[in-house]
């Protein structure tokens, strides 16, 4: 659910905060004093397009912050950040920003962590479903018609197991047309393969041996000059009369005579020593150097010619020795797989036929049980919209033969007429905000068990309602608001009047500037606002307003 929604600097918010509780929210307010706010914060932090028109005058940039508790819907939303390279919920909260600046340039962060306006997109469907007159309708598509059919039907396993008879039966299918060559492209590819794999094989490389290479290189190429260093360091410690071991021997006398004439000298005498056992022990390593360098020209080529093959190597088949050896590792697997193309494909075929008769027998019997919930489905959706004023619509969920897909052999359609007379319309055909809204209420309360969506947010979903029907309106939410969160933007007192949180959005002028804000009422204030919708503050209204609050 919603925990809370910060807005700056969006049209008339300039630093708004809302925070809702569980269950039934209502907003209520004058026309035009910011309610749309709220649906326009939410469309930008669920990862719609906005523009810069949005962002408020004289400000340089518009933000969106919204914390999430998503326990219930942790199981979807979990793989998708480790998808996207997001860092996982906390204690089960999900926090989101959007901001927009006045260059038109989007920036959006999901735990802290910066993402793709798509990937806001995807998480932001698993979180929030808005109903009313914006594009945010997921219950208009085809596709999650079917879905509301499945999981009225609790038809979630059925439908699993067409979905991944199909992905194998693609998988399949993909494998099969990889195979499924011309001859001539098939002798092409054959060459290639066995080239490019005995061109690595040949080279018996190791994982390790470049570096290697570049070492050996470096002081065989070098060995000349390290000789003569090796020498001259010899000739400087050992070898002339005045090499540095002879004047070690004269200091060391010296310090011989010091410690004759003063027994506190001994130290003095063990530095010697010491220093003198060093110099020998790096004498006997540079002699030792020098001994086993060798002066060979054809070696240095020899490494040379090993570093030119490594680099073309990693010019044709990967930035690293180990993308090198597993290249010829994938390239000896597709080689031995189109030697033996023809049993390969005799294989895939029978498997093709196997899978393909398994996922036609789960598409029927999945659109079997399609067939027997469709009634039950309408019955309970016709009797919601007659409790919401519609009592003489007509409502039918249609169920056509589909080319089969991982969501079975079906079609499905939901198709509305408001009024007696009028032929059934696709339900996205219906013009009216109002009555689509309502239809989604209709659905929704239906559905209010099995979806799993935690937040629903209804804007307008009183227009065109009065009397009994904004009565039955609000209980309708307060329904749903025992199983999801709900947030709903009304102008009706009885829809209001039911929740168990109530927002007033107001407009005020500060600082020479409108802006909107939003206070969440206390009793006392609810009264108010409740009578202001019936009318006025008379006695009669606040009596009224009062005797609503005590009956829901």
């Known amino acids: 659910m919603l925990i809370s929604l910060r ?30 706010l709220l649906i326009g914060g939410l469309n930008l932090v669920l990862g719609e397009r906005a523009d810069r028109t949005l962002i408020r005058a004289g400000a340089e940039a518009c933000s969106v912050e919204a914390s999430f508790d998503v326990s219930r819907v942790l199981g979807s939303v979990t793989p998708l950040l480790a998808e996207n390279g997001l860092e996982p919920c906390e204690d089960g909260i999900l926090f989101v920003k959007r901001t927009l600046t006045s260059n038109g340039v989007n920036r959006q962060f999901v735990n802290g962590s910066p993402t793709t306006l798509g990937t806001l997109a995807a998480i932001g469907s698993l979180l929030v479903d808005i109903h009313g007159p914006h594009d945010h309708q997921s219950l208009l598509h085809p596709a999650q018609q079917l879905a509301i059919l499945d999981s009225f039907g609790d038809l979630h396993t059925q439908r699993a197991i067409v979905a991944a008879l199909a992905k194998e039966l693609d998988s399949i299918e993909a494998a099969k047309t990889a195979l499924d060559i011309d001859e001539n492209t098939y002798r092409q590819q054959l060459d290639l393969l066995r080239f490019q794999a005995s061109e690595i094989e040949t080279a018996k490389l190791r994982p390790d041996e470049e570096s290697e290479i570049e070492v050996e290189y470096r002081r065989t190429k070098n060995s000349v000059r390290l000789v003569e260093l090796a020498q001259n ?36 005498v063990e530095i010697h020593q010491q220093t003198m056992d060093q110099i020998a022990e790096l004498r006997d390593e540079l002699s030792a150097y020098a001994d086993k360098l060798e002066i060979d020209p054809a070696r240095v080529a020899e490494i040379e010619d090993r570093q030119t093959l490594i680099q073309s190597l990693k010019r044709k088949y990967g930035s690293s020795l180990v993308d090198v050896l597993e290249f010829g590792i994938q390239a000896r697997l597709k080689l031995a797989a189109l030697e033996k193309r023809e049993l390969e494909i005799e294989r895939l075929n029978e498997e093709r ?21 469709l009634q039950k489905l309408n019955l309970s959706i016709i009797q919601q919209l007659q409790d919401l004023g519609f009592k003489q619509a007509h409502f039918d969920v249609t169920l056509a033969p589909s080319p089969l897909s991982q969501s079975g052999a079906d079609a499905v359609e939901f198709l509305f007429a408001p009024n007696p007379g009028e032929p059934p319309q696709p339900l996205r055909a219906i013009a009216s905000s109002g ?30 309602v009065g009397g009994e029907t904004a009565r039955v309106v609000g209980q309708k939410m307060d329904t749903i608001g025992r199983q999801r969160q709900v947030l709903c933007i009304t102008h009706l007192p009885p829809v209001a009047a039911v929740a168990g949180q109530h927002f007033v959005v107001e407009k005020e002028i500060k600082d020479g500037r409108t802006i909107s804000k939003i206070t969440r009422l206390d009793p006392d204030q609810r009264i108010t606002e409740l009578a202001r919708m019936l009318g006025g503050q008379t006695s009669a209204a606040r009596q009224h307003a009062e005797e609503m609050l005590q009956s829901r």
């Not at 036609?360 to 919930?373: E, F, W």
């Not at 009555?435 to 979903?461: C, G, S, W, Y």
Request: net charge negative; no cysteine; proline share 2%.
């Open 7 to 36: 807005i700056k600097n969006l049209a008339l918010a300039s630093d708004l905060t809302v925070e809702l509780g569980p269950g039934y929210n209502a907003v209520t307010g004058e026309t035009g004093a910011g309610k749309s």
């Open 233 to 268: 360091g010899l000739s400087i410690l050992d070898a002339e009369e005045y090499s540095l071991l002879n004047q070690m021997g004269a200091l060391g006398k010296v310090v011989l005579d010091l410690h004759k004439l003063d027994s506190g000298t001994d130290h003095m």
């Open 353 to 373: 036929s196997k899978v393909s008769l398994s996922l036609t027998k789960a598409a029927k019997t999945l659109s079997i049980a399609r067939t027997k919930i």
């Open 435 to 464: 009555e689509m809204a309502r239809v989604m209420l209709a659905i929704k309360t239906v559905l209010a068990v099995e979806d799993q969506i935690p937040l629903l947010v209804f804007d307008e979903v009183d227009a065109n």
